[in-house]
């Protein structure tokens, strides 16, 4: 059998964090938030390497895009979990290597607000004030936004996975694009994984 895949996660050492178009360009295309808004370090997921840059997902509108970083400005790190969410069979599968450390039903979009697919990551985690509040207890903020929503709640219409109080609607097509799952199984990945996850959003 193959080695299971290895993801390598890019801590930003810097804040802000320039961001290039291409390795070499005379100046930065964008810069990134460190510490992002909610307190927590910038992670980048590694798509590429190549001397002296990687390239990597950006937590940033449009979905998927990807940028050049200095690797002067960030330290590496690997692990090997991963995360699947099947839309059409409201399906959540989260991996350690090849082994299945959590697999739940979850609710995810309406069709008015519905999750976008998509390759993303956790790039930020929060340990919520209100436990029994419709956020439950812990929410991993991903990579990605909603396509419909450019705000809600006060932030900028991020996706996602975070527990719920309304433990019925999991297993449908509830949410205004995150993805609800049950608070033991939040609570659960919240004593296991890193930031810097990848989440592949399937339909």
């Given at each position: 059998?193959?080695?299971?895949?290895?993801?390598v996660v890019?801590?930003?050492?810097?804040?802000?964090?320039?961001?290039?178009?291409?390795?070499?360009?005379?100046?930065?295309?964008?810069?990134?938030?460190?510490?992002?808004?909610?307190?927590?370090?910038?992670?980048?997921?590694?798509?590429?390497?190549?001397?002296?840059?990687?390239?990597?997902?950006?937590?940033?509108?449009?979905?998927?895009?990807?940028?050049?970083?200095?690797?002067?400005?960030?330290?590496?790190?690997?692990?090997?979990?991963?995360?699947?969410?099947?839309?059409?069979?409201?399906?959540?599968?989260?991996?350690?290597?090849?082994?299945?450390?959590?697999?739940?039903?979850?609710?995810?979009?309406?069709?008015?607000?519905?999750?976008?697919?998509?390759?993303?990551?956790?790039?930020d985690?929060?340990?919520?004030?209100?436990?029994?509040?419709?956020?439950?207890?812990?929410?991993?903020?991903?990579?990605?936004?909603?396509?419909?929503?450019?705000?809600?709640?006060?932030?900028?219409g991020?996706?996602?996975?975070?527990?719920?109080?309304?433990?019925?609607?999991?297993?449908?097509?509830?949410?205004?694009?995150?993805?609800?799952?049950?608070?033991?199984?939040?609570?659960?990945?919240?004593?296991?994984?890193?930031?810097?996850?990848?989440?592949?959003?399937e339909?």
């Amino acid at each position: 059998m193959a080695p299971p895949p290895v993801s390598v996660v890019a801590q930003a050492a810097v804040g802000p964090l320039p961001v290039y178009a291409e390795p070499g360009a005379p100046a930065p295309e964008t810069t990134l938030q460190n510490p992002r808004p909610l307190g927590g370090p910038l992670v980048l997921l590694v798509a590429a390497q190549r001397p002296g840059w990687i390239d990597a997902l950006l937590p940033i509108r449009p979905n998927g895009t990807t940028g050049w970083v200095p690797d002067a400005d960030v330290t590496l790190s690997e692990h090997d979990f991963r995360i699947v969410v099947q839309l059409s069979a409201h399906m959540i599968t989260v991996y350690q290597g090849y082994a299945i450390i959590d697999q739940e039903p979850v609710g995810v979009g309406t069709d008015d607000t519905p999750t976008p697919g998509g390759e993303y990551y956790t790039e930020d985690f929060v340990k919520l004030t209100d436990p029994g509040g419709p956020y439950g207890p812990y929410a991993y903020g991903l990579s990605g936004y909603s396509d419909v929503l450019m705000s809600f709640g006060g932030g900028p219409g991020q996706l996602a996975i975070h527990g719920t109080d309304d433990p019925a609607g999991i297993g449908h097509d509830v949410s205004h694009g995150c993805i609800r799952m049950s608070n033991a199984g939040i609570t659960k990945l919240a004593g296991i994984l890193p930031i810097g996850v990848p989440v592949e959003v399937e339909a």
